[in-house]
């Protein structure tokens, strides 16, 4: 069997009509499409035309998107450049103690500059609750960012409703829809978003390449200084076949997004039951409804979430963990501590994350080689062993 | 980010298990990740004639253990003593420097196996 690849959260394999649409602009599209000749102008059409598909895909106006460099910088600059931007109406922002490490690590970075954070909890599944949104809310808070589904338990946010109380009190909302965007329905203005972040490499696009969606009328101060590229708000030489890519990419995505969505959330809810009901002693983490219908996050007990991935990647499947062992901080996952699990229960998380590109014949594939991996290190456990005797062995 | 023999030691460990009649058993536990090491000792005239591990731990825990069995297996309990983290990280051609503190529980654990056999065997302890 070929190898099994279930770590879509963290990249995806690029989609062949996203290559296709990318090649010719290593090749006769070369030009700078700020460029005011014929060279330039055939590079600037690309990227209006990609300018306007990422727009459409999330019910937008060509003008409102600006693409970046992923992610990360869309969060970076949606939130740093909304905060400054509004610094003389006040210095409060609110988010949620899930975030991504880019929405987190910049709102820390801002609370070093003077800026007041709320970090709101989530409950047991992962999900922010509406009245803590309201109840955060000061005279001082000028954005409020918060995730449409997380990366880790792939929990699906109200985003909506968060948007609603947002606009009515005229605080800027920002969502990073980075998992989302690709995965679920996603439109700025049912969600009553000012900002959202996506990322072309999470959806079957090209790395290194993201937009913001920023609503007009919204005041962002620019984060990359330099040329007029991007209407004079984000400088440097457009990223063609990066934008293009992930144009193609999205486009496709939209397309196939109803039809995609059904077939994994059947894989997801097949991986699911099959790992509770096989394996003894697991838990389901984050919403078992309200999630992305690629994600599966489970603790499976007794395990170290390390040992788990390296036995499943000697047996030819890619997946990813939250245990403490796996991070360079050795912390484990600040969404697992976040949901209420013990150290020790996030140890043995493991995350599967699906796209359009897994079958049913690795969904059972995987059904069938993780109890015997989790068996085995199991059977090395001390910790299982003093289980079975009814002893509860912790490292403290 | 491993090493082959790191890879080699984690994924056929030797030495796993319990030994039914251990005569020093040390279990420790790094606070910090929360992973958890058992040693059991088989002592005979001295000489540690056999030793398995049980390990909940990342990659290297693992591997660590497993190594730190073959580095004892045979030698005398001053030996044993004498076992360090980096040369058990040494025989396994390196560790990432984030786990280096996993070879330090390979370390401790050995030690304080050897330590519970002299408990109960103090008489030994004086020819240390
Ligand atoms: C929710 C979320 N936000 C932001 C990012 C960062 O995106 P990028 O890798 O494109 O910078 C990721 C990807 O890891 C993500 O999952
Ligand atoms: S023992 Fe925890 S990281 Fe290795």
Redesign the pocket.
């Known amino acids: 069997m070929d190898r099994i690849y279930m770590d879509n959260?963290?990249?995806t394999a690029i989609a062949p009509e996203a290559l296709a649409a990318m090649l010719p602009c290593f090749g006769q599209v070369y030009g700078n499409a700020s460029s005011i000749h014929s060279t330039g102008r055939d590079a600037r059409k690309l990227v209006e035309e990609a300018r306007r598909k990422i727009a459409d895909a999330l019910g937008a106006k060509p003008g409102e998107i600006y693409f970046t460099?992923?992610?990360?910088?869309?969060?970076n600059w949606a939130i740093k450049g909304a905060a400054f931007a509004n610094r003389r109406k006040g210095n409060h922002i609110i988010t949620s103690s899930i975030?991504?490490?880019?929405?987190l690590h910049t709102c820390q970075w801002l609370e070093k500059q003077g800026f007041e954070v709320t970090y709101l909890p989530v409950d047991e599944y992962g999900m922010v609750r509406t009245e803590d949104v309201e109840k955060a809310i000061t005279d001082q808070t000028i954005l409020i960012s918060i995730?449409?589904?997380?990366?880790e338990i792939g929990t699906i946010q109200p985003v909506a409703e968060i948007g609603k109380i947002a606009k009515a009190h005229k605080i800027i909302f920002h969502c990073?829809?980075?998992?989302a965007v690709g995965a679920v329905p996603v439109n700025v203005d049912s969600w009553n978003v000012d900002m959202l972040?996506l990322?072309?490499?999470?959806f079957h696009g090209p790395?290194?390449?993201?937009a913001l969606y920023i609503r007009s009328g919204v005041k962002v101060e620019p984060f990359l200084h330099g040329g007029a590229q991007e209407r004079g708000k984000r400088a440097s030489t457009e990223n063609v076949p990066g934008i293009v890519g992930m144009a193609a990419a999205l486009e496709k995505a939209v397309n196939n997004l109803e039809e995609n969505g059904i077939r994994l959330t059947y894989l997801r809810d097949k991986l699911i039951k099959g790992i509770l009901e096989n394996i003894p002693y697991t838990r389901l983490n984050g919403h078992p409804l309200q999630r992305l219908p690629g994600n599966v996050n489970v603790s499976i007990l007794y395990v170290e979430g390390e040992a788990l991935l390296l036995r499943l990647d000697l047996a030819g499947i890619a997946a990813s963990s939250g245990s403490a062992c796996t991070s360079g901080s050795l912390d484990p996952s600040h969404v697992l501590l976040a949901i209420g699990l013990p150290h020790e229960v996030a140890h043995g998380s493991l995350r599967l994350s699906l796209s359009d590109v897994n079958t049913e014949e690795e969904v059972d594939e995987v059904l069938k080689v993780l109890p015997r991996i989790v068996s085995t290190l199991r059977s090395m456990s001390p910790m299982y062993d003093d289980f079975l005797q009814g002893k509860n062995l912790t490292a403290k | 980010m491993y090493s082959e023999k790191v890879m080699d030691h984690f994924s056929n460990p030797r030495n796993v298990g319990e030994i039914p009649g251990a005569n020093g058993v040390g279990t420790v536990g790094n606070a910090k990740c929360g992973d958890i090491m058992r040693m059991f000792l088989k002592v005979e005239n001295g000489i540690i004639v056999d030793v398995k591990f049980k390990t909940f731990g990342c990659g290297a825990a693992i591997a660590t253990s497993s190594m730190a069995t073959e580095m004892v297996k045979g030698k005398s309990l001053k030996e044993a003593l004498q076992l360090t983290n980096k040369a058990v990280a040494e025989a396994l051609d390196g560790l990432p420097p984030v786990k280096m503190h996993c070879s330090l529980l390979a370390e401790e654990a050995i030690h304080a196996a050897v330590e519970d056999y002299l408990k109960n065997h103090p008489e030994e302890a004086i020819d240390l």
């Open positions: 959260a963290a990249t460099s992923g992610g990360s910088e869309s969060d975030e991504h490490h880019a929405v995730m449409a589904a997380n990366n990073d829809a980075v998992q972040s990322s072309g490499h999470k790395k290194g390449v993201g």
